[in-house]
């Protein structure tokens, strides 16, 4: 990521961000899921530095983020953390991406500052567990946990990625996936784990009234495609798979991906 490198920002809370930015213009902001950071969205920076100013982030407890202070964060906290990272680089609305639990984040933030959202797509969107039993959510929960406490973050990647990338993902995909979950910190996943068993992307959804995009890789096994037709349905919004595709789209077809998003924020901005 020499081209993108990271750079980091200070919220009016004090906490540091870290983030990297191309191009400038109307702002285009990335948000990665558990997994990942803002290595992750490479291919998006290159091609949409062309037309916005492009960042992505880190959220906290990621790459160059400080940690939130609550040991279960809620999605709130992430969205605040945004609003803090926007405010200290001086941007007013943005367009949203998230994938996976960036999705969930971006939802939040969305619920809670509507009018700073110009447009968002929520690609292979973590739903959040909070709908789930008890038992259910803490099973899930402790699976995430006990992998990190006992793998570390190389081993769990090593043991996670194959079932995040689809068939026809580009070469070199699944090493790029794993390369950047390598490099998770276990306090910020943790985190991150527990935020995403408390979470409930249809609340935090409920009278979004931005232009809305849902994509999902059709091969996508940790969140498949009839949730997120659900997440669709939800908003009134325009439901896209892509075909031979697993749970990273952005990393495994980034020109299928790319086209999407641009297609979407073009038709967004005529309608503005």
Not at 7 to 13: E, G, L, S
Not at 189 to 198: N, P, T
Not at 223 to 240: D, S, Y
Request: hydrophobic fraction near 45%.
């Amino acid at each position: 990521m020499g081209e993108f490198p990271l750079k980091t920002a200070t919220t009016a809370a004090g906490l540091a961000i870290g983030y990297r930015e191309a191009g400038a213009g109307a702002a285009l902001v990335f948000l990665h899921g558990i997994g990942s950071s803002s290595e992750g969205w490479a291919a998006q920076l290159a091609q949409f530095g062309k037309t916005h100013r492009a960042i992505a982030w880190d959220a906290p407890g990621y790459g160059g983020s400080g940690d939130l202070d609550p040991l279960a964060p809620a999605a709130s906290d992430y969205a605040e953390a945004l609003a803090g990272l926007l405010d200290a680089l001086g941007i007013a609305r943005a367009a949203l991406v998230g994938n996976s639990l960036g999705a969930l984040m971006a939802a939040a933030f969305a619920r809670r500052h509507p009018g700073r959202v110009t447009a968002l797509v929520l690609s292979d969107a973590a739903a959040g567990h909070r709908t789930l039993s008890e038992e259910d959510r803490n099973e899930k929960l402790m699976q995430r946990l006990d992998d990190v406490a006992e793998l570390g973050p190389a081993g769990m990647a090593e043991k996670r990625t194959a079932r995040l990338i689809g068939p026809k993902a580009a070469p070199g995909a699944r090493q790029a996936a794993q390369r950047v979950m390598s490099k998770i910190r276990p306090k910020g996943y943790g985190q991150a784990a527990r935020m995403l068993a408390l979470g409930d992307i249809f609340a935090e959804l409920a009278g979004c009234r931005a232009p809305a995009l849902v994509v999902c890789g059709a091969e996508d096994r940790v969140t498949p495609p009839e949730g997120n037709r659900r997440i669709a349905a939800a908003l009134g919004a325009r439901f896209e798979p892509i075909e031979g595709i697993g749970h990273l789209p952005y990393v495994e077809a980034p020109e299928r991906f790319n086209a999407l998003v641009a297609a979407f924020l073009a038709q967004t901005a005529v309608a503005a």
